[in-house]
């Protein structure tokens, strides 16, 4: 059989991608050669003779697509083919294969991570010692060395006292969206010895209810929990579901994690949240403007009780390596005339 043609703009392993080389000739451009995303007329002219098209950023057009004679298979390393006009490809005949659960192992360790950072103040901690709050003016170390003591009172902050946090042990978790990350997320916190409340009104109680975890509405969720992560997508029933009510409803000591989309928060009810206490604070990853600005009140030193990061809950490299591994197994189903396992609807 003849080589499939491809063109690869994907981010992808290039270890794992050799199991490729025998049955395809891949030409390597844009985002996985210079990091830029390319244009309609750059793809059109690009894809003219190439059979299989990997992407994980390009906007595949249907311009694209029916301009595009040779082409027999799209690629799109995403969890969900949203640059791609599935129906311009359906209507063509060409299957579209993606790759989900990438990263909902990343994602969720990532959830946690926040978690544990908000709760233990570790951030804080961490910036005190390196603006140097809390460490002596001293150049070099001292004479003599302690042993099995805290740091005590330094420049009249006691950080045992003043970082103090609460421990996951014990507590409760609400999780809000019970697929491939929220369920993650759930067997992480059960290690750590947490009572789960899950909402999920598209789940049922017979897969989700066992020791320690249980179904229950939105507003039970809200009033009982002592961490609420996110872990859902955004539809015209979950955009802006965390607006002032919700946090009303939330205990005062309660913690807010979302590192799953920033439209299913209302954000300036979060703010005030935040800044009348309401809440005891947050730990986010996502957010209604992206990136964000200067004079935000997330980043303008207005707020002291929020941990803020740049989008890169599902930022690792595994996920790469794991994308890499489902499309060259998909794109080996295609050329062996075999179901492809990630096929999109």
Request: glycine share 6%; aromatic share 8%.
């Amino acid at each position: 059989m003849e080589k499939l043609r491809v063109l690869l703009t994907a981010e992808s392993d290039d270890t794992r991608l050799k199991e490729l080389y025998q049955i395809c000739d891949i030409e390597i451009a844009g985002w996985k050669k210079h990091e830029v995303v390319l244009s309609e007329d750059e793809l059109i002219e690009k894809l003219k003779y190439k059979d299989v098209f990997v992407t994980s950023y390009d906007v595949v057009t249907r311009k694209v697509i029916e301009t595009s004679p040779s082409l027999k298979l799209i690629v799109c390393t995403r969890a969900n083919p949203v640059n791609v006009d599935t129906d311009a490809a359906r209507e063509k005949n060409i299957p579209v294969i993606y790759t989900p659960g990438r990263n909902s192992d990343a994602t969720a360790e990532f959830a946690v991570a926040l978690m544990l950072n908000i709760a233990r103040n570790i951030p804080y901690a961490c910036e005190a010692i390196k603006n140097g709050s809390i460490i002596t003016d001293d150049l070099t170390k001292p004479d003599t060395k302690k042993k099995d003591v805290t740091w005590g009172k330094v420049k009249d902050t006691r950080p045992y006292v003043a970082f103090k946090g609460m421990q996951l042990k014990n507590k409760t978790v609400g999780i809000v969206g019970y697929g491939s990350i929220g369920r993650r997320v759930a067997k992480i916190l059960l290690g750590f010895g947490m009572h789960l409340l899950i909402f999920d009104p598209f789940v049922s109680r017979i897969e989700i209810e066992q020791p320690g975890v249980e179904k229950v509405d939105f507003e039970t969720l809200l009033e009982r929990a002592d961490f609420v992560t996110c872990h859902t997508k955004v539809t015209e029933t979950t955009e802006g579901l965390f607006n002032r009510d919700a946090f009303e409803r939330m205990k005062e000591t309660a913690y807010f994690i979302n590192n799953s989309r920033g439209a299913i928060v209302n954000e300036s009810d979060l703010i005030d949240a935040l800044r009348n206490r309401t809440i005891a604070g947050a730990a986010l990853d996502v957010f209604e403007y992206e990136p964000l600005y200067k004079g935000h009140p997330f980043v303008n030193g207005e707020l002291d009780n929020i941990i803020v990061t740049p989008h890169i809950g599902g930022a690792a490299k595994d996920s790469i390596t794991n994308h890499t591994i489902m499309f060259v197994d998909d794109i080996k189903n295609f050329y062996n005339e075999k179901p492809m396992i990630y096929r999109f609807r």
